[in-house]
């Protein structure tokens, strides 16, 4: 019976280890992507000017009609 | 048939537009559609890649090693004039030869150009749709606006006004 509850323990013990790796890991990537997407929006937002004006400021836009 | 608009997209494909139907062709490929069985047309700018572009052209162009190899190649030359021996030949010569060469990378920098917006402009068909690269910039985007013009006049919705 104590073999049983040994590797309970030890089974129980890899379980909570590999959950909390889990959640480290799951942090890890989850902070590293919202700082690469927040890193793309500041830079969109600084190169606001030049975007819009290679957008819109073209004989493309100038030629549309939208009825 | 008369062509009512054509274009060449940035990947050889001319496309062509006549009352009836569409035809798409490029060395080697032909295809010809009927106009009814177009559902509409669709343009996409990809901002993401032109906003990285921009990035690292901005980083390249605003690098300031050059600046300071010619800072470097400047005091090099001021120490050397002011040396003995050796030193008054190989440390101007030294800067000298710094100055050129941050010279020639700021000239490599001036000459990058900048980015240029990828624009995409689909046709729905039927069959699937097809996609076409261009640039709004290019002097073809006058005629690819012309062309998407002429096959949103043939779009009509169920009860025509």
């Known amino acids: 019976m104590s073999r049983f509850w040994s590797i309970f323990r ?3 013990y890899f379980r909570i280890s590999w959950s ?10 989850s ?15 600084r190169n606001s000017e030049e975007i819009i004006k290679a957008v819109y400021d073209n004989d493309f836009e100038r030629s549309r009609s939208r009825k | 048939m008369e062509k009512i608009a ?18 798409i062709a490029a060395i080697g490929q ?43 190649g400047v005091l090099c030359f001021i120490l050397g004039m002011n040396g003995e021996g050796a030193d008054l030949v190989v440390m101007p ?19 990058k150009r900048p980015p240029v ?10 069959g699937g749709d097809r996609r076409f690269k261009f640039s709004k910039s290019e002097g073809n985007s ?4 012309n062309f998407i013009n002429k096959v949103e006049d043939t779009l009509t919705a169920y009860v025509s006004k």
Do not use: C, H, W
């Open chain 1, 10 to 12: 030890n089974t129980a």
């Open chain 1, 20 to 29: 909390i790796q889990d959640s480290l890991i799951r942090f890890v990537r």
């Open chain 1, 31 to 45: 902070s590293q992507r919202k700082v690469e997407i927040q890193k793309e929006r500041d830079s969109i937002r």
């Open chain 2, 6 to 23: 054509e274009f060449t997209d940035n990947e050889g494909f001319t496309v062509s537009l006549t009352s009836e139907k569409i035809f």
């Open chain 2, 30 to 72: 032909e295809e010809t559609f009927a106009l009814r069985s177009v559902s509409g047309v669709g343009l996409f700018d990809d901002i993401a890649k032109y906003n990285r572009d921009l990035e690292d052209f901005k980083g390249f162009t605003n690098n300031p090693v050059p600046y300071a190899i010619i800072a470097i």
């Open chain 2, 93 to 111: 010569l030294l800067g000298l030869v710094l100055v050129v060469i941050g010279l020639l990378i700021r000239l490599g920098q001036k000459k």
């Open chain 2, 117 to 126: 917006l990828d624009s995409y402009f689909t046709l729905m068909l039927s």
């Open chain 2, 142 to 145: 006058r005629d690819i606006a």
